[in-house]
């Protein structure tokens, strides 16, 4: 978890401090925010990501996060195979 996460004690932390009311919502956003660096995250508003695994799963993040906005960005691969074949 230490690659990925800031650490584990934080993030036991975090959960430990939001244990009365820790619901399935919170839990992602605990745990997608332990991403970051060892900071302070009470004012982020808004979290953006750019995996394309996430394109699967939007109906149930709707339903987790209703008042999310989406952008799903459609690149054209004709572009990265010209590339591709002009490095051979």
Known sequence: MDLFFTSK???FNELKK??????YKLL???IYLQFF????KDNITVI????????????????LYPESKFV???RD????????KAET
Do not use: S
């Not at 691969?77 to 591709?84: C, D, E, H, L």
């Open 72 to 74: 799903i960005l459609v």
């Open 37 to 40: 660096e060892p900071k302070a």
């Open 77 to 84: 691969p004709r572009v990265n195979a010209i590339r591709k």
């Open 18 to 23: 939001h244990k009365n009311n820790l619901n």
């Open 48 to 63: 953006l990501d750019k995996q394309i695994k996430y394109f699967f799963y939007l109906k149930k993040l709707l339903e």
């Open 28 to 30: 992602c956003t605990i």
């Open 9 to 11: 004690i934080n993030l």
